[in-house]
């Protein structure tokens, strides 16, 4: 069972555009919502986050949405640049038990053409 | 702050062999996470340390593997007898662990292996 759908699978944009990448989760007991951002032969790195008492959150030229209700958050990635072509990761925590385990999506294939 | 770092980088084997990994966390952090990602597959998550003890093992873990993590600095990944399956990234992480889900794990570069 996945737990987290992020789609698309992939995304060709050209440099200035607003690639939108969407998640969406299914248990409710996810608190804690980062963004990682990978790099090949890289590990995954940390973006940006939200919590769901929060409707958005914005950091430098990337944007969280999140919508409670219907389960599903995206990010926003403003005035896209080449160097932002990476593989970029949904995840979730969940507030329940004590692991903090990252539950991830399957990722998106950011491109950004110049 | 070196960061979170993995031994070794590459690591190809036969079929069979037993291999084993290393992680060094970011200093003075109490939390260590293993995770194994797949091509074209988000990282899922293996087991993790608070300190030196195991707290849990995902099903993912089968009885092959064996994760430790003596004194509750570096830890090891052992796999006995891989398998061509076994072939993944496997990404450490580590954590300065307040008791929150808010807590960060940053992550080594991981180890790629590939069992033949």
């Known amino acids: 069972q996945q737990q987290v759908k992020q789609s698309p699978q992939s995304l060709i944009v050209q440099k200035g555009g607003i690639p939108i990448i969407n998640c969406a989760y299914e248990n409710t007991a996810f608190d804690y919502f980062p963004w990682y951002q990978q790099f090949p032969g890289k590990g995954p790195a940390l973006l940006i986050a939200i919590r769901p008492d929060v409707s958005e959150k914005k950091e430098g030229r990337f944007t969280i949405s999140f919508n409670k209700s219907a389960k599903q958050f995206s990010l926003h990635i403003m005035d896209s640049q080449p160097g932002d072509s990476a593989t970029y990761f949904c995840a979730a925590i969940s507030a329940g038990g004590s692991n903090y385990k990252l539950t991830f999506g399957k990722g998106t294939l950011l491109t950004v053409n110049p | 702050d070196t960061g979170v770092s993995q031994d070794p980088r590459h690591k190809i084997t036969k079929r069979g062999q037993n291999v084993t990994f290393r992680c060094d966390p970011i200093?003075?952090?109490?939390?260590l996470y293993w995770y194994r990602q797949t091509l074209g597959q988000g990282p899922e998550f293996l087991t993790y340390f608070q300190n030196e003890a195991q707290l849990e093992k995902s099903r993912l873990l089968s009885d092959r593997f064996s994760a430790e993590r003596p004194k509750g600095s570096f830890s090891t990944l052992e796999i006995q007898r891989t398998e061509q399956g076994d072939s993944a990234m496997y990404l450490c992480?580590?954590?300065?662990?307040?008791?929150?889900?808010?807590?960060?794990?940053?992550f080594g570069p991981g180890t790629r292996l590939t069992v033949l």
């Open positions: 200093s003075e952090h109490n939390r």
């Open positions: 992480a580590s954590s300065l662990s307040r008791g929150r889900s808010t807590d960060t794990q940053y």
